[in-house]
Each structure stands twice: as structure tokens, then as C-alpha cells.
């Protein structure tokens, strides 16, 4: 697959591809209102066309999809990727292009419903609630070039080299304290606190906590129970920094204060070696007062 500039002579089937896939995902979210603004002021707008600039990704010299830039690269016009190509990381190597060419230092766009978590998997974040303007629905978004490139710091997660993994885990903590944008990766975070190794366990651990305050679909309720078990981990270590991951959810998750109190008061410190006990138990008293403090 190769990603470049969309030429004169493509430009019918890239806006062929734009209408497509736009009635077909995005559509259904509109009134016939919004359907008949977007078409009119963006896909069959001259004056709108000669003021972006467009990439194509080709596949076999087949367009499959399509991300338009206005604004001198910082604001995302249009984007679109043929539906039976969704999921194969096509968008991601069109939004990379843009980012590449891009000299602003940050980027906007207005997605819509249909594309918000699309965009918070790119890294965007929320800068306002959802909004209609001539029946189109929209939330506007922006990403910070350097500061947010979430995608990539996700994969260090699991990196052999420690101190990598775990720049990573700080970078995404700290993300997290200030916007919603990592929560689009909490699944992710489900699963590496099954791993094997402690210390995955312990980075997706800390960073599924880190989601209590975006938690806007109660993952995070429906996965605790099993989260929890890492209280009962075989590495003191692990149990320590689990305790001090909780304040997040203790802060942001009332209704698991319960839940989280029970597993805490479960927690069997004595198995470990005697250094430790106190620690541990000290750990606890902390997350105990601090749901009572709440």
C-alpha cells in the first residue's frame, strides 16, 4: 500500500470513495439536513475542493481511502477509509502522512459520532461537547504534535527494555491526568493485566486505574473484579503499586468504592517476606482512609 498526494485525475474516485463511505457509516447518524449540508458544502463545493489538500492510500492503484487537509495542514477536512478496509491500520498510515507534512503544532478536526472513538485511538481529544450545524453532528477535536502520539507509546508497554516500558507508563499517566485520550486503549489495559509477566500485569493495572475519571462506559465496573486478583499477586511489588494505582478509581468511581474496600481488606500481607508487612500494611490503611476521606 502506498500513501501520497491524490492527483487531478483521481480525484472523481476519491470523492466517489468520500460519498460512499460517508452515506454508508456516517449518514444514518444525520438528519436529511445534515446528509444534504455536507454534500453541498464540501464534496460538491468547488471553492471548498480548491481549498484542501488530499491523500490517498492505493492498493494496487485503487484508492481505499482518502484524508483531505485545510487550513495549511491543520485542520482534517475530510476522512475516509473503504469499509471492507477498516481495521487493517489504513487510517492510521493516511493520519501518519498528514502528521509528517503537517508544520503545525497541532491539529483539529470535527468528527463525527460515527468516527469520535477513531480519533481518540489517533490520539485526538474532545475540546467541546457534541454539536449540530445544519443538521450535521459533530465534536470538535484536537491532537498536539510531540505530546499526545499515543499509538506509539502503547506498544512500549510490553518492551524487553525496562526503562523504555516504563517512560511509557509514565508518559500514559500523565496523558491520562489530563484528558480523555489513552481511555480509547482500556481493553488493551484489560488484557495485560492477565499476562504473564508481573510486571505487565502491573503497567496495565496502573493504567486501566488511570481511566476511572473518563470512564464513560463503565469498563472499568464490569472488569474490576478480575483486576483485582493482582491484590493477591505472588511480587509484593506488584500488590504495593496496585494499592497506590487505586486512588484513581476511589476518586472517580464511586460505586466501586465497595468493591475495592472488600478485595483491599482481603489482602493476606503475611505471605510475604517479613520486610515487607509493614509496607504493605500501610498501603492499605492509605487506600482505607482515603475512601473513607471521599
Given at each position: 500500500?502506498?500513501?501520497?498526494?491524490?492527483?487531478?485525475?483521481?480525484?472523481?474516485?476519491?470523492?466517489?470513495?468520500?460519498?460512499?463511505?460517508?452515506?454508508?457509516?456516517?449518514?444514518?447518524?444525520?438528519?436529511?439536513?445534515?446528509?444534504?449540508?455536507?454534500?453541498r458544502?464540501?464534496?460538491?463545493?468547488?471553492?471548498?475542493?480548491?481549498?484542501?489538500?488530499?491523500?490517498?492510500?492505493?492498493?494496487?492503484?485503487?484508492?481505499?481511502?482518502?484524508?483531505?487537509?485545510?487550513?495549511?495542514?491543520?485542520?482534517?477536512?475530510?476522512?475516509?477509509?473503504?469499509?471492507?478496509?477498516?481495521?487493517?491500520?489504513?487510517?492510521k498510515?493516511?493520519?501518519?502522512?498528514?502528521?509528517?507534512?503537517?508544520?503545525?503544532?497541532?491539529?483539529?478536526?470535527?468528527?463525527?459520532?460515527?468516527?469520535?472513538?477513531?480519533?481518540?485511538?489517533?490520539?485526538?481529544?474532545?475540546?467541546?461537547?457534541?454539536?449540530?450545524?445544519?443538521?450535521?453532528?459533530?465534536?470538535?477535536?484536537?491532537?498536539?504534535?510531540?505530546?499526545?502520539?499515543?499509538?506509539?507509546?502503547?506498544?512500549?508497554l510490553?518492551?524487553?527494555?525496562?526503562?523504555?516500558?516504563?517512560k511509557?507508563?509514565?508518559?500514559?499517566?500523565?496523558i491520562?491526568?489530563?484528558?480523555?485520550?489513552?481511555?480509547?486503549?482500556?481493553?488493551?489495559?484489560?488484557?495485560?493485566?492477565?499476562?504473564?509477566?508481573?510486571?505487565?500485569?502491573?503497567?496495565?493495572?496502573?493504567?486501566?486505574?488511570?481511566?476511572?475519571?473518563?470512564?464513560?462506559?463503565?469498563?472499568?465496573?464490569?472488569?474490576?473484579?478480575?483486576?483485582?486478583?493482582?491484590?493477591?499477586?505472588?511480587?509484593?511489588?506488584?500488590?504495593?503499586q496496585?494499592?497506590?494505582?487505586?486512588?484513581?478509581?476511589?476518586?472517580?468511581?464511586?460505586?466501586?468504592?465497595?468493591?475495592?474496600?472488600?478485595?483491599?481488606?482481603?489482602?493476606?500481607?503475611?505471605?510475604?517476606?517479613?520486610?515487607?508487612?509493614?509496607?504493605?500494611?500501610?498501603?492499605?490503611?492509605?487506600?482505607?482512609?482515603?475512601?473513607?476521606?471521599?
Amino acid at each position: 500500500m502506498v500513501v501520497k498526494k491524490i492527483d487531478e485525475n483521481k480525484k472523481e474516485e476519491a470523492l466517489e470513495l468520500v460519498i460512499r463511505v460517508f452515506m454508508k457509516y456516517e449518514a444514518p447518524y444525520y438528519s436529511d439536513e445534515g446528509v444534504e449540508t455536507f454534500k453541498r458544502t464540501a464534496v460538491y463545493n468547488e471553492d471548498y475542493m480548491e481549498s484542501i489538500t488530499m491523500y490517498g492510500a492505493y492498493k494496487n492503484d485503487k484508492i481505499v481511502g482518502v484524508i483531505a487537509m485545510r487550513n495549511n495542514g491543520s485542520h482534517i477536512a475530510l476522512f475516509f477509509v473503504d469499509g471492507q478496509y477498516h481495521r487493517k491500520g489504513i487510517g492510521k498510515r493516511l493520519f501518519q502522512t498528514v502528521l509528517e507534512q503537517s508544520t503545525a503544532d497541532e491539529l483539529t478536526v470535527n468528527s463525527s459520532p460515527y468516527a469520535q472513538e477513531v480519533y481518540h485511538h489517533l490520539g485526538f481529544e474532545d475540546t467541546a461537547p457534541e454539536q449540530v450545524t445544519d443538521g450535521i453532528r459533530y465534536i470538535p477535536m484536537i491532537y498536539k504534535k510531540n505530546t499526545y502520539d499515543i499509538a506509539s507509546l502503547i506498544p512500549m508497554l510490553e518492551y524487553k527494555d525496562t526503562s523504555i516500558a516504563y517512560k511509557a507508563l509514565q508518559e500514559l499517566e500523565r496523558i491520562s491526568d489530563e484528558t480523555g485520550s489513552v481511555y480509547a486503549y482500556i481493553e488493551k489495559f484489560v488484557n495485560m493485566i492477565r499476562s504473564d509477566k508481573y510486571v505487565v500485569r502491573v503497567r496495565g493495572f496502573r493504567l486501566f486505574c488511570k481511566q476511572a475519571k473518563w470512564d464513560r462506559n463503565n469498563i472499568l465496573d464490569e472488569n474490576i473484579d478480575a483486576a483485582l486478583h493482582i491484590l493477591n499477586d505472588e511480587k509484593p511489588t506488584a500488590v504495593r503499586q496496585a494499592l497506590a494505582a487505586l486512588s484513581d478509581v476511589v476518586r472517580y468511581k464511586p460505586d466501586l468504592r465497595e468493591t475495592v474496600k472488600k478485595a483491599v481488606y482481603e489482602i493476606n500481607y503475611l505471605r510475604y517476606k517479613d520486610t515487607m508487612h509493614s509496607l504493605i500494611a500501610k498501603d492499605i490503611r492509605e487506600v482505607l482512609d482515603l475512601i473513607k476521606e471521599v
